[in-house]
Nanobody, 127 residues
C-alpha cells in the first residue's frame, strides 16, 4: 500500500488550498481514508475522513470549511480547504484503514486504526 499526499503550500488567512492523496495497493471501496494533521508540539488529529460506505466525518474545526471527497477511477482522495486560518498550519497526512459497517463514527478519529500512512505535506497559513 502506498499513499502519496500532495498539494500543500502557503496561503494567507481566508484563502483556500486543495490536497490530494493518490492511493495504490488499496481498494478505496474497502478502506476508509483519513486526512490527519500535526502541528508542532501537538498530537496527530483527524481533520476529515471518508469511509468505505461514503460517509464522511469531520473534526469540529473543519466543519463548514473542509470537504473530503474521492475519485474511484483515479484512486485519489481530495481535501478541499477553504477559509483557512493560522491555526490550520500543520503537516497534513493521508492514511488508510480497513473499516466495516459496524464501526461507529469515533473509530475514524483514531490514528492508530489506520495502518497505512503517506508522507506529510506542509500547509502554512500566514499573513
Amino acid at each position: 500500500v502506498q499513499l502519496q499526499a500532495s498539494g500543500g503550500g502557503s496561503v494567507q488567512p481566508g484563502g483556500s488550498l486543495g490536497l490530494s492523496c493518490a492511493a495504490s495497493g488499496v481498494a478505496l471501496e474497502d478502506y476508509a481514508i483519513g486526512w490527519f494533521r500535526q502541528a508542532p508540539e501537538k498530537g496527530r488529529e483527524l481533520v476529515a475522513a471518508i469511509g468505505s460506505d461514503d460517509n464522511t466525518h469531520h473534526a469540529d474545526s473543519a466543519k463548514g470549511r473542509f470537504t473530503i471527497s474521492r475519485d474511484f477511477t483515479r484512486r485519489v482522495v481530495y481535501l478541499s480547504m477553504n477559509s483557512l486560518k493560522p491555526e490550520d498550519t500543520a503537516v497534513y497526512y493521508c492514511a488508510a484503514g480497513r473499516d466495516y459497517p459496524r464501526y461507529g463514527p469515533s473509530w475514524y478519529f483514531q490514528p492508530d486504526e489506520y495502518p497505512y500512512w503517506g508522507q506529510g505535506t506542509q500547509v502554512t497559513v500566514s499573513s
